[in-house]
């Protein structure tokens, strides 16, 4: 046990996620929110481009930039909350 913490439960893996806006080197993402039975803040989220993390975010939407056009990428989340406990990872989509 890590002392101080109170919740153990991770987040469920978020779904849906799909594209919803692609131009010219950028993608803007999005899905639909976790829950988390252990009761912790969350909505915070890890975005990962080809299983590198790009940067963490509270919103339900996240813009990839400085894409090579005509090149596959691969991008999937991760939830975490308060507590640090890390879902598992969303299906991964395709970006173009």
Sequence with gaps: RTPGKTDFDP?????????VGNTNGAV????????DAGGAVLNHY????????????T?????????TPGR??????????NQYNFSSAS?????H
């Excluded at 987040?11 to 594209?19: F, V, Y």
């Excluded at 803007?28 to 829950?35: F, G, L, Q």
């Excluded at 919103?59 to 894409?67: Q, V």
């Excluded at 596959?72 to 909350?81: G, I």
């Design 11 to 19: 987040p469920t893996a978020p779904r849906g996620l799909h594209i």
């Design 28 to 35: 803007t993402i999005a899905w639909n929110a976790s829950t």
């Design 46 to 57: 890890v975005v990962y481009l080809d299983g590198i993390d790009q940067r963490a975010t």
């Design 59 to 67: 919103e339900i939407t996240y813009r990839l930039e400085r894409l």
């Design 72 to 81: 596959e990428y691969k991008s999937e989340l991760r939830a975490f909350d």
């Design 91 to 95: 299906i991964h989509v395709s970006v």
